[in-house]
């Protein structure tokens, strides 16, 4: 969704846009769909249809938060990423 406010523009959106998920940093991403991915999508889908307590789309910012992950995850993802920058 675009959202414009007083002349301010913010995109957000129901789930990750792509350019947060694919992210380097991005620590949800782990090259395929897990059952931590499963329990995240189906929890997040349920605060979207609750009626008393509605979700709200968020911002490109809002989701590079929510999508940091593990520190441990994102450590392992940078370190594979250099080494096989150097190997190559």
Do not use: M
């Amino acid at each position: 969704y675009l959202i414009i406010d007083k002349g301010e523009r913010a995109v957000k959106s129901w789930w990750p846009l792509v350019i947060s998920y694919e992210k380097e940093d991005c620590g949800e991403n782990y090259g395929c769909w897990t059952f931590r991915n499963e329990l995240w999508y189906r929890k997040c889908l349920a605060a979207i249809e609750d009626l008393n307590a509605p979700a709200q789309p968020l911002s490109l910012t809002e989701w590079n938060k929510c999508q940091c992950g593990q520190t441990a995850v994102r450590r392992f993802r940078k370190s594979i990423h250099s080494r096989s920058e150097k190997f190559i």
